[in-house]
């Protein structure tokens, strides 16, 4: 199965921009359904955007549509999350997940603060 690193995260004034990364190694990766995931303090984990394994299809969490997009790039097996227009609601560590939906393993990876605020 693929292990997965984010990076990218950091602190960002709001209406500022922030692209998160998510390497993945080890597997291979066009066969995972890709999804980035927050949580806030004192919150549930949150799905925020999903993609499809070929990338031709995505979700987003109705609090972030129109702000961010997920992205991948299957050759050099990375997820990407650019997020525009942020607001200190987005606040939070954000996980990259993988999903391989012919056995049903799922991974995580260590999570990315994202601190937004002036």
């Known amino acids: 199965q693929v292990q997965l690193v984010e990076s990218g995260g950091g602190l960002v004034q709001p209406g500022g921009s922030l692209t998160l990364s998510c390497a993945a190694s080890?597997?291979?990766?066009?066969?995972?359904?890709m999804g980035w995931y927050r949580q806030a303090p004192g919150k549930q984990r949150e799905l925020v955007a999903g993609?499809?394994?070929?990338?031709?299809?995505?979700n987003y969490a109705d609090s972030v549509k129109g702000r961010f997009t997920i992205s991948r790039d299957n050759a050099k097996k990375t997820v990407f999350l650019q997020m525009n227009s942020l607001k200190p609601d987005d606040t939070a560590v954000y996980y990259c997940?993988?999903?391989?939906?012919?056995?049903?393993?799922?991974?995580w990876g260590q999570g990315t603060l994202v601190s937004v605020s002036s």
């Open positions: 080890g597997s291979i990766f066009r066969l995972y359904v």
């Open positions: 997940n993988a999903y391989r939906s012919y056995d049903g393993v799922e991974v």
């Open positions: 993609i499809n394994s070929s990338g031709s299809s995505t």
